[in-house]
DNA sequence: CGTTGTGAATGCCTTCACAGCA
DNA sequence: TGCTGTGAAGGCATTCACAACG
């Protein structure tokens, strides 16, 4: 269970600065991670920046600086170097970024050398786009189990998993010791499997249903909408599309 | 192509103040949006709560309170008012929203009125899903057009789609005459793609590959990536653990 | 009288410039 | 000398309280 953590320039490291409460004497973090709280504009740029120190050491990489690292997570590189400020110092100053060491020190604070079991209740097309998806296993995330409430699809099998049906949900989330749930199901039904996931004591869900999901506050929802998306480049476009006419209209004047 | 502005009460509405550049005389603005510019962080809730007056139109509901249709969208009121107050003054002071009316000009500030026709590139699980996916129809995207490389899916039918080989990329996109783009294509080629959906006039792209795409600044890129929201996840998920671990310490003392 | 619309205040994110260090 | 790490400044976003108004 505690991760090991990763380490290849042995340096300053230790940090004792507990996040607020507890302060007073080391409590010295059980191995894992006791390091300081994260900007969220920020925690949403660590996977960029992880996909593109791991694209550099496939491609046997093996220092960076700020700028292209920034310029290939498509940032500058002030932001860059401040979001990585806040998990600590890992940079040499007039030479850059170890690859292999900055990738262990951003997966580490993102949690990824824990084990994630995944669980993805829906098994449309979609679910077993998720399914399949190779991101998953290279990442510490493993699809433990895989849900529908279709008959014709129960008992099917997609890559290594088979099909469970829906109706056994608590059953096999406690066998498999899913701790994350991905939600790829009908707006009308996600509600009701949210509840019972929740139910269960999983806790961190990702929400591919267009609905707004209520939960307790202790469980962390995100969504993922692609309709919001394209709703959001129709503005865009329409816009682009509108100051064009204007001008137009200005030239043939 | 001009498209018809949906109303039911004609109150106050012609806005006349444009965004900054050309000012001076009326240019009066083709039918469509010469709205002002809507901040980043309000445009993205814009969907949610027209996804959540949709759903209280189908229920018949005829009015809301900016109250109610907060809690619907997972937001706080005093937010939902100053998000609506980017649009306009579309309630009436001390009774509430006219759904209808102010989903439609939620609609019009979104370009929603607008024709887009979605081209999909790539026609695995993920892009079949898109395809099929119910909720584009109904907000005046069309899917016209379903790519694949591979020769023994080209030529399937999905839905009432047929798959296109993207050999053909350039003519199919000018045939049909799509404004929008969506990639669900294997990483390695989504740059290429991007590039090629560039030179043939695309400026909207949905990207749902783990790259980050290059591209002009004309062209909109947004992107849709699941193995970044599950590390946000993760995140949570290890520090709720973490700090029930520093608790459990902190009585066993 | 109840609810919207909005200035003003607060806090967060980004940018910038440069000090600090190998 | 060159690049990182970070305080300080500026710009958005959110919150709040209340004025405006049907």
Redesign the pocket.
């Known amino acids: 269970m505690a991760p090991e953590e990763i380490r290849s320039k042995p340096t300053e490291l230790e940090r004792e600065t507990e996040n607020g409460e507890s302060s007073s004497a080391g409590t010295s973090a059980a191995g894992a991670a006791a390091q300081r709280h994260i900007?969220?504009?920020?925690l949403a740029r660590l996977p960029i920046y992880l996909r593109a120190l791991t694209a550099m050491l496939s491609d046997g990489r093996e220092r960076v600086?700020?700028?292209e690292l920034a310029e290939a997570a498509g940032?500058?590189?002030?932001?860059l170097?401040?979001d990585?400020?806040y998990l600590g110092?890992?940079?040499?100053?007039?030479?850059?970024?170890d690859v292999l060491y900055l990738s262990g020190q951003i997966s580490a604070a993102l949690g990824l050398t824990l084990n994630w079991r995944v669980a993805i209740v829906g098994a449309g097309n979609l679910g077993r786009a998720l399914a399949g998806y190779p991101g998953f296993g290279s990442r510490g995330f493993e699809v433990v189990a895989l849900f529908d409430a279709d008959p014709m699809v129960i008992g099917q099998e997609v890559g290594w998993l088979r099909i469970s049906p829906v109706d056994s949900l608590e059953a096999v989330l406690a066998k498999t010791r899913a701790n994350m749930a991905v939600l790829s199901v009908p707006a009308e039904v996600a509600q009701d499997l949210c509840d019972r996931l929740v139910e269960s004591g999983i806790t961190s869900i990702l929400n591919f249903a267009p609905v707004v999901l209520q939960a307790p506050e202790n469980v962390q929802i995100r969504k993922v909408d692609m309709a919001t998306e394209l709703q959001i480049l129709a503005y865009h476009a329409q816009r682009a599309q509108a100051s064009q006419i204007a001008a137009r209209a200005r030239l043939a004047r």
Chains 1, 2 share one sequence.
């Open positions: 900007p969220p504009a920020s600086s700020s700028e940032v500058n590189s002030p932001k170097r401040k990585l400020s110092s890992y940079g040499t100053r007039g030479v850059g970024y």
